[in-house]
């Protein structure tokens, strides 16, 4: 099927529909600029019809059975494997993924899907003691309800994915707003995914649409319970405060300024391969990305002549090529700004090892050294293919650079000496650190979120019940109730 005609619609209450909003979204491939598909915006009202068809639909759901719950999920999964190739080819098209990247990205949708198989059947209750005689206290883990769902265009099937079919599994409905850079990926080719699985109809809904037509009418809507938000820490910020005024739950999975730490002993070769790919994975357009690659200054000679060398044996292209590693980036303001970006750091002292250019969305990638201690660039977050090398002397300063951003996502230490990379790893102010290998990493049952500026809340295995559940006190007195008057 030709996912971007047929599925440029919004989907609510299990009935695919045009949006009745006044203009469209038009959606581009990043690499060629073709016209994918042209979509009307859904508007405040068609927001208030999904949640509603959400609510309506989420009592008997919750009510399922979860043996019968979990085998939509089966049947999703059986799907995706059916399709994959069709929607690599999708992941393509729609935001610049190279080949390598969809397979990166299906082979964990996947991973994630299998788990939500076992998630419809992880919630558990207790019964706990009572100091009162005869009484029993019995603690439920029970659905919130509704969900909302906001997406990125990075990732979008997976992190779409990610938050949808857990939310689902538990006994939840969800309304989804993909990024309007990636409408198809990142939302109605889920919604048919589901549909086709025999999920019952009203349970997810996808609506297409921006804050331009709808403002905060998705996130300050009555119905939802939870807002599971993936993207920008500026916006993320916003989402919490709208959150927090309307008594609603946030989940925030939001940016990353990662460090990638080489000690004096590590393995050079294996610290480069990682840096390598930690930085230029996704030509950079990853939250876990090792913005910042620090090199004690015992092995920086080596390492940035291995590190540099590498680099420019990476090929930048077309994203359908299977030799290409770096393909372009989601829009011409990204990779604008990128290129402004490196500019702006040379000019202000920095010297570039690799000077990349801009082609369109095509962004070559650049190394950059010698930047001043208190240079912009090194506290924010690059969403394209920039490395910054920074030498230090000894670990203590290492920590201290490495956490000097108001970020703390993911992060790496490269040492022979395990434990001593574990203990180096414990002074990082990051959610996820990894030892001798890169930044990018996602395993379906091991808690994802960041600290600072990267997020609240974890997602992933018991995470997700923490997120998408609420926990209920139902106490049973046996026998005649004693009061003091």
Request: net charge negative.
């Amino acid at each position: 099927m030709s996912f971007f005609t047929e599925l440029a619609q919004q989907y609510i209450d299990g009935e695919w529909r045009a949006g009745s909003g006044s203009w469209d979204i038009i959606d581009f491939n990043p690499y060629n600029g073709e016209k994918l598909a042209s979509i009307a915006v859904a508007t405040a009202d068609e927001v208030d019809q999904a949640y509603r068809a959400a609510e309506r639909a989420q009592v008997s759901w919750a009510e399922t059975n979860p043996y019968t719950r979990r085998q939509v999920f089966e049947r999703a999964l059986r799907i995706v494997e059916e399709r994959e190739e069709e929607i690599s080819e999708a992941i393509i098209a729609e935001l610049g993924g190279t080949r390598l990247k969809a397979a990166f990205e299906l082979h964990l949708a996947k991973e994630f899907l299998r788990e939500a198989v076992q998630l419809a059947l992880r919630p558990e209750g207790r019964i706990i003691p009572s100091p009162v005689d005869g009484k029993e206290n019995r603690l439920y883990t029970l659905p919130v309800g509704v969900i909302g769902v906001i997406s990125p265009f990075n990732f979008p099937f997976l992190l779409s994915l990610k938050s949808v079919a857990p939310a689902l599994a538990l006994g939840n409905a969800v309304v989804l707003k993909p990024h309007q850079n990636t409408p198809i990926c990142g939302g109605s080719l889920l919604a048919k995914v589901f549909e086709d699985a025999g999920l019952p109809a009203g349970l997810l809904n996808v609506v297409i649409t921006d804050i331009a037509e709808i403002g905060d009418a998705l996130i300050e809507h009555p119905v939802p319970k939870v807002i599971s938000f993936t993207g920008s820490d500026k916006v993320g910020q916003h989402v919490a405060v709208v959150c927090a005024k309307n008594f609603k739950r946030a989940v925030l999975e939001l940016g990353g300024n990662s460090a990638l730490i080489v000690l004096a002993d590590a393995d050079v070769d294996a610290a480069v391969d990682a840096a390598v790919f930690s930085r230029y994975v996704h030509q950079g357009q990853v939250c876990m990305a090792a913005n910042r690659i620090l090199v004690d200054r015992v092995v920086e000679e080596e390492f940035t002549e291995k590190f540099v060398a590498k680099v420019k044996t990476l090929t930048v292209g077309d994203p359908a090529d299977p030799k290409t590693i770096i393909g372009p980036l989601i829009s011409s303001q990204q990779a604008e700004a990128i290129g402004a970006l490196v500019d702006q750091t040379v000019e202000a002292g920095a010297t570039a090892l690799v000077r990349g250019t801009v082609d369109g969305n095509l962004v070559s990638p650049s190394v950059l050294t010698g930047l001043a201690a208190d240079s912009p660039v090194l506290s924010q977050e690059i969403f394209g293919p920039v490395a910054l090398l920074l030498p230090f002397d000894g670990v203590d300063e290492a920590v201290r650079i490495a956490n000097d951003t108001p970020y703390g996502l993911s992060g790496a230490v490269h040492t022979s000496d395990i434990e001593r990379g574990v203990q180096v790893a414990k002074r990082i102010h990051t959610g996820m650190i990894h030892i001798n290998d890169g930044t990018v990493h996602d395993e379906p049952i091991v808690p994802f979120g960041g600290e600072k500026r990267s997020g609240s809340g974890r997602l992933n295995g018991e995470s997700m019940i923490d997120a998408f559940t609420t926990q209920k006190w139902i106490s049973v007195q046996h026998g005649r109730a004693r009061f003091p008057f």
